[in-house]
């Protein structure tokens, strides 16, 4: 990762197409009624093209609570830093109304991260959750929390809120955690919120980056001790330089490498579903497409996780 190493260069099959379309133009319509965020636009995700643009299914947005400013400074992430704004108190109504505008069935919530607040920002994380069940209580809903600096009572009040799928991103393999990540964020408390959730009746889920330098046996390392802590799903996808003053990539992975790890995911260690490729992010829609598809089975959580054991021994 030395300033000094050749940048590789970018392959075929990470170009995308740029953003177009009626329904691109409806949620980026609907999304500036409402005075609201994305992690697609603030986070510049490959993706927004695609997923607002319905080309591979129906629309999707991945809503970004609590501003566009976070407290953190990950140098991985394109999301402004510092400056703060005090807590909207109509944004969760206001999330859950454009989540009706639109019409989704599944929504996925994130958020800057708000050391500032003194819950870190998780009551009114709960209280978006709430707002978009107390709507329509079958709509799916994925959260995706900061660690809350490791405080459970925190994390507690988004699991009372009734997510169907809460996750947080360990982000890398132990050994990088910095200089990918704030230095406020570490392995150990990552593992430790994701297993919290992991002992709650909703779906634990977690994204690992890939091209940030890190090494075979470190990779599987962490998706064992991902599977220990009892993570259900997890997703692999490639870093990509915001701009220059951000990590450097330190090398763009082929797909089939992606589709290695999925299979050493799913079939070896028995997770219950792995998203994996270049161009997954956190909240790519093939996860929740898994998702759906279970919860509208009528499987409970525990009942997945049995089939996903039977399916890893």
């Known amino acids: 990762?030395?300033?000094?190493?050749?940048?590789?260069?970018?392959?075929?099959?990470?170009?995308?197409?740029?953003?177009?379309?009626?329904?691109?133009?409806?949620?980026?319509?609907?999304?500036?009624?409402?005075?609201?965020?994305?992690?697609?636009?603030?986070?510049?995700?490959?993706?927004?093209?695609?997923?607002?643009?319905?080309?591979?299914?129906?629309?999707?947005?991945?809503?970004?609570?609590?501003?566009?400013?976070?407290?953190?400074?990950?140098?991985?992430?394109?999301?402004?830093?510092?400056?703060?704004?005090?807590?909207?108190?109509?944004?969760?109504?206001?999330?859950?109304?454009?989540?009706?505008?639109?019409?989704?069935?599944?929504?996925?919530?994130?958020?800057?991260?708000?050391?500032?607040?003194?819950?870190?920002?998780?009551?009114?994380?709960?209280?978006?959750?709430?707002?978009?069940?107390a709507r329509d209580a079958s709509i799916l809903v994925e959260a995706l929390i900061p660690d809350f600096q490791g405080d459970e009572a925190d994390v507690q009040k988004v699991i009372d809120a009734g997510p169907d799928v809460l996750a947080h991103n360990v982000e890398t393999v132990e050994r990088l955690q910095w200089p990918v990540r704030d230095r406020r964020a570490n392995y150990e408390q990552s593992l430790s919120v994701l297993g919290q959730i992991a002992d709650s009746d909703c779906y634990a889920k977690t994204s690992i980056m890939l091209g940030v330098g890190e090494y075979d046996h470190e990779v599987y390392q962490t998706l064992s001790d991902l599977k220990q802590t009892g993570v259900d799903i997890v997703t692999f996808g490639q870093y990509l330089q915001p701009s220059r003053r951000h990590l450097e990539v330190f090398d763009y992975v082929h797909p089939d490498v992606f589709d290695t790890w999925r299979e050493v995911a799913e079939a070896e260690l028995g997770f219950l579903y792995c998203a994996s490729g270049p161009m997954v992010r956190s909240s790519f829609k093939a996860g929740e497409l898994f998702v759906e598809a279970v919860a509208r089975e009528g499987l409970s959580v525990e009942e997945a996780r049995k089939q996903a054991r039977v399916r890893g021994d």
Do not use: Q
Request: proline share 7%; aromatic share 6%.
């Open 1 to 133: 990762m030395s300033g000094t190493r050749d940048r590789p260069r970018k392959p075929e099959w990470l170009k995308m197409r740029p953003p177009s379309g009626e329904r691109f133009a409806e949620i980026k319509s609907t999304l500036r009624e409402h005075d609201l965020h994305t992690v697609c636009e603030e986070a510049s995700c490959p993706n927004l093209g695609d997923c607002w643009s319905g080309r591979n299914g129906p629309g999707t947005a991945t809503f970004m609570l609590m501003g566009d400013r976070c407290s953190r400074g990950c140098n991985f992430c394109d999301v402004k830093t510092g400056g703060m704004d005090p807590l909207d108190a109509d944004e969760p109504a206001n999330v859950a109304d454009a989540v009706a505008k639109i019409g989704l069935d599944y929504v996925v919530l994130t958020s800057v991260d708000r050391d500032d607040l003194p819950d870190g920002g998780a009551g009114h994380f709960a209280e978006t959750v709430r707002e978009i069940k």
